[in-house]
């Protein structure tokens, strides 16, 4: 059974930093490809980031340039969220998603920010900012 486990949110003012991080058991699937999403209370779940089997990434427009998604190596830490200069906007509960390599290059540059096109989720963790 696979279990996605996300850590690392907490409370920040604006311009600070947080680093989610997402571990794994059950899930085997290292070339398979990874995302943070996150929600708000009566919003769409949105992408934030995803990263593939190789380290290619793509980002949402609203963090690109203050956010980085990352593979780690660690035993059991599937993928990373480094969050520089924070906006109040970017509070939210954070989601950890993956799925195996079962879609090609192509389908992932299309869909790797859609929430369909992940198979396992996390819990979430909830980052606030404040101004």
């Known amino acids: 059974q696979v279990q996605l486990v996300e850590s690392g949110g907490g409370s920040v003012q604006t311009g600070g930093s947080l680093r989610l991080s997402c571990t794994a058991s059950?899930?085997?699937?290292?070339?398979?490809?990874m995302a943070w999403f996150r929600q708000i209370p009566g919003k769409e779940r949105e992408g934030v980031a995803t990263?593939?089997?190789?380290?290619?990434?793509?980002y949402a427009d609203s963090v690109k340039g203050r956010f980085t998604i990352s593979q780690d190596n660690a035993k059991n830490t599937l993928v990373n969220l480094q969050m520089n200069s924070l906006k109040p906007e970017d509070t939210a509960m954070y989601y950890c998603?993956?799925?195996?390599?079962?879609?090609?290059?192509?389908?992932?540059?299309?869909?790797?920010?859609?929430?369909?096109?992940?198979?396992?989720w996390g819990q979430g963790t909830q980052v606030t900012v404040s101004s």
């Open positions: 998603a993956a799925t195996p390599f079962l879609y090609g290059y192509s389908q992932w540059q299309v869909r790797g920010l859609e929430r369909s096109f992940y198979s396992y």
């Open positions: 990263i593939d089997g190789d380290g290619r990434t793509i």
């Open positions: 059950g899930y085997t699937y290292r070339r398979g490809y």
